[in-house]
Nanobody
Framework: VQLQAFGGGLVQAGGSLRLSCAAS????????LGWFRQAPGKEREFVAG????????HYADSVKGRFTISRDNAKNTVYLQMDTLKPEDTAVYYC???????????????WGQGTQVTVSS
């Protein structure tokens, strides 16, 4: 499975961004997908994830109620809608694929390149 994330950028605090991650490979739609982020000097952390159909979702407490993960298997794409952004959301965001829904990074076998999100105060 190959993953390509895009949609990052610079936004003011309180604003919104939508990240997209295109998955390719004949089994891509069968994988659970997740978003992680890594800020400078910090470890990579789980943000949001969903199962293969998108019907089950889970979020980090820090983004719950502000971020929404969804997927469109017809387009082999997973989205991360980010609302009410805060400066502490600034990080490189990565999409990843796993055989099952999990928030543990080592369980994800495939990773896309990151996309930078910068939230100014």
């Amino acid at each position: 499975v190959q993953l390509q994330a895009f949609g990052g950028g610079l936004v003011q605090a309180g604003g919104s961004l939508r990240l997209s991650c295109a998955a390719s490979g004949r089994t891509a739609s069968s994988y659970a997908l997740g978003w992680f982020r890594q800020a400078p000097g910090k470890e990579r952390e789980f943000v949001a994830g969903c199962n293969w159909s998108g019907t089950n979702t889970h979020y980090a407490d820090s983004v719950k109620g502000r971020f929404t993960i969804s997927r469109d298997n017809a387009k082999n794409t997973v989205y991360l809608q980010m609302d009410t952004l805060k400066p502490e959301d600034t990080a490189v965001y990565y999409c990843a694929a796993s055989a099952h829904p999990t928030n543990w990074a080592p369980d994800y076998s495939f990773w896309g390149q990151g996309t930078q999100v910068t939230v100014s105060s």
